[in-house]
T-cell receptor
Framework: GQSLEQPSEVTAVEGAIVQINCTYQTSGFYGLSWYQQHDGGAPTFLSYNGLDGLEETGRFSSFLSRSDSYGYLLLQELQMKDSASYFC?????????FGKGTRLSVIA | DAGITQSPRHKVTETGTPVTLRCHQTENHRYMYWYRQDPGHGLRLIHYSYGVKDTDKGEVSDGYSVSRSKTEDFLLTLESATSSQTSVYFCAITGSYNEQFFGPGTRLTVL
């Protein structure tokens, strides 16, 4: 089967940097994705890592280490609007499997 | 915007009644998915489709059935709704780079 572990909650200060970790176990692995979801909204795609290393998209970066079955999402220059839930998701031999999500609270 | 709509957006029903949720997409995507989202559980896959009349079960398929008679429509049916099926239901499609695009969701309450 497949399972993902990520912290349930993280709090960070506006303007700071926060890292949300994700470890996974999967049968077959193609890549790790990250999604953002604001309260009352639908999940939206943030990033995808199919290979080891760092992918950068503006203030957000995502990292993958396939040998460690580990990835993280890095959010820089945090803004209040970044307060949301963040989900990692694994693409393997079965359809996408999501972690339970990390609720990020950005405080002033 | 991947052109995904869901209907209805909100529904309140009673235990034992049948309920059908509709997902409609306008961009001819092959793969479509139904998820439910509950506090503490994240997004869990109910059923998915990889083409017209081609469907398969996900992690939490018990009590649900699906149908896909046209590329653009994917229907989720609760044959006899139970209170445990109170949830937010999301439809999704897979884009060109393995990313998923989600519909706006349907909030279902079973009394």
């Amino acid at each position: 089967g497949q399972s993902l572990e990520q912290p349930s909650e993280v709090t960070a200060v506006e303007g700071a940097i926060v890292q949300i970790n994700c470890t996974y176990q999967t049968s077959g692995f193609y890549g790790l994705s990250w999604y953002q979801q604001h309260d009352g909204g639908a999940p939206t795609f943030l990033s995808y890592n199919g290979l080891d290393g760092l992918e950068e998209t503006g203030r957000f970066s995502s990292f993958l280490s396939r040998s460690d079955s580990y990835g993280y999402l890095l959010l820089q220059e945090l803004q209040m609007k970044d307060s949301a839930s963040y989900f990692c998701a694994v693409i393997g031999n079965t359809p996408l499997v999501f972690g339970k999500g990390t609720r990020l609270s950005v405080i002033a | 915007d991947a052109g995904i709509t869901q209907s209805p957006r909100h529904k309140v029903t009673e235990t034992g009644t049948p309920v059908t949720l509709r997902c409609h997409q306008t961009e001819n995507h092959r793969y479509m998915y139904w998820y439910r989202q509950d506090p503490g559980h994240g997004l869990r896959l109910i059923h998915y489709s990889y083409g017209v009349k081609d469907t398969d079960k996900g992690e939490v398929s018990d009590g649900y059935s699906v149908s896909r008679s046209k590329t653009e429509d994917f229907l989720l049916t609760l044959e006899s709704a139970t209170s445990s099926q109170t949830s937010v239901y999301f439809c999704a499609i897979t884009g060109s780079y393995n990313e998923q695009f989600f519909g706006p969701g349907t909030r279902l309450t079973v009394l």
